[in-house]
């Protein structure tokens, strides 16, 4: 499986989901490093699987980083040729704006560790009820076509899926306990005592909790996406 994966900053990336594509799938990855000048976006016969992953930006800040416009015309692109695509929290955003959704604030920010109410749409993937790691403070209208697969008590829209091959997600089921822990100590002021953020002690304890659950669910939606490309 050929994997191109976009990612928007140097300390994000497609953890668990990245690890689980090599080991079980022994997949080839083609990282773009979008934020930086010399990106190249590959030719979509490059690829079977588009991964996009998080960012600090928001998917509409095509004034402030230009890159955007032309990842969202990709993303467009991979759609409508029937790739598997993958959107993890900023990369659910690009999918959902690419194809025309609005992507507004989040009536609060969510970091931490959050629970999800799962849907269950007939013909789509399962995403089962669990905790699993937040960090946002935007959210996305549903993409026309769009299937809803998951909530949580303060953002509606936590995943959808359109058609066989298209999944977004606002929450982050693919961090491992080392990008975690970068972000509490590396972004502290992030961490104010406000509705819907956690503390750094709160969120370090959820990793033993929470995070295998988690990662296990995002390799279960790797899973799901290789197999439709059998």
Known sequence: MRVTILRHA?????????????????????????????????????LDLLLICGGPMGATDEALY???????AFIRAAIEAGKAVLGICLGGQLIASALGAQISTNPQPEIGWFTLDAHAPEGCFCLPAMTVMQWHYQTFALPEGA?????????????????????????HPEMTAEGIRYLISNFPEELQPL???????????????????????????????AQTLD
């Not at 799938?25 to 990106?39: I, K, N």
């Not at 899926?161 to 298209?166: M, N, S």
């Not at 509705?195 to 304890?205: L, R």
Request: charged share 20%; hydrophobic share 40%; proline share 4%.
């Open 10 to 46: 140097a300390y994000e990336d497609a953890g668990f989901a990245e690890i689980h594509l090599q080991q079980r799938h022994g997949a080839t990855l083609q990282r773009v490093m979008m934020h930086e000048p010399d990106y190249r976006l590959p030719a979509l016969d490059e």
């Open 66 to 72: 230009p890159w955007i416009a032309d990842e969202k």
């Open 147 to 171: 299937q809803l697969l998951a909530s949580s008590a303060s953002c509606r829209n936590q995943a959808y899926q359109i058609g066989d091959r298209v999944i977004g997600l606002q929450c």
């Open 195 to 225: 509705p819907g953020i956690q503390s750094a002690a709160d969120i370090d304890a959820g990793i033993t909790q929470h995070a295998a659950q988690a990662n296990a669910v995002m390799a279960e939606l790797v899973d799901y996406l």
